[in-house]
């Protein structure tokens, strides 16, 4: 089945403790994004890549990172979480631009 | 900047209805425009997508014709049931292929009562 794989779920942590949020997609797709999702502000773009070794900044890419090591696999690492980071993350992955994208379920992070 | 203006909700329909969403957008160039749906507790899903103007997207009874005069993508159904209740977003996808971004609009949830 053609997908995109976020893991974990759902993750409490605690302030300054470095987590990565795996993602994963079997389509052979060429972008891959991440979103954080929070209520009153939409989703907002993280950081993106268009190819392997190709990445870039979004909209809020402030305490966080990315490595597209292979063309299927884009983790999104916090290196010192803080509680403003509490939100929904989705990764989404396309296969070209403007072919639109199919995202995960969501990982929803929890700060304290 | 791009950006994506979508109805306020929440919409509350009984089954059996008509339904709009309004969606207008602001951008550069030529966008993609899309309409995703979320449905509780899951991630987003393209429910339908128009490339150029005058296309008309459509899947599981919903549609969305790109109108360039209007800049608009507003979303239809002729009879909605009670599993179309989740949260619409409009988006559109930059001119540039140089980003990769959706720009979201800011969701409108639809609730169908039976």
């Known amino acids: 089945e053609a997908q995109v794989t976020q893991n974990p779920r759902y993750l409490i942590t605690v302030t300054g403790k470095k987590l990565t949020v795996t993602c994963s997609q079997n389509?052979?797709?060429?972008?891959m994004s991440w979103y954080r999702q929070d209520p009153g502000l939409g989703l907002r773009q993280i950081y993106y890549?268009?190819?392997?070794?190709v990445t870039d900044k979004g909209d809020v890419p402030e305490g966080y990172k990315v490595s597209r090591k292979e063309k299927r696999n884009f983790p999104l690492i916090l290196e010192s979480p803080s509680p403003n980071q509490t939100s929904l993350y989705f990764c989404?992955?396309?296969?070209?631009w403007g072919y639109g994208y199919t995202f995960g379920s969501g990982t929803r992070l929890t700060v304290v | 900047g791009d950006s994506v203006t979508q109805m306020e909700g929440p919409v509350t329909l009984s089954e059996e209805a008509f339904l709009t969403i309004n969606c207008t957008y602001t951008?550069?160039?030529?966008?993609?425009l899309f309409w995703y749906v979320q449905y509780p507790g899951e991630g987003l899903q393209l429910l339908l997508k128009?490339?150029?103007?005058?296309d008309k997207g459509s899947n599981k009874g919903f549609e969305a014709t790109y109108r360039k005069e209007t800049t608009s993508f507003h979303l239809e159904k002729g009879s909605v049931q009670v599993s179309d209740s989740a949260v619409y977003f409009c988006?559109?996808?930059?001119?540039?292929?140089?980003?990769?971004?959706?720009?979201f609009g800011q969701g409108t949830t639809l609730q169908v009562k039976p």
């Open positions: 989404a992955s396309s296969l070209k």
């Open positions: 951008a550069t160039g030529y966008p993609s």
């Open positions: 128009a490339t150029k103007a005058d």
């Open positions: 988006a559109l996808s930059t001119g540039s292929s140089n980003t990769g971004k959706l720009i």
């Open positions: 389509m052979n797709h060429e972008y």
């Open positions: 890549s268009m190819n392997v070794e």
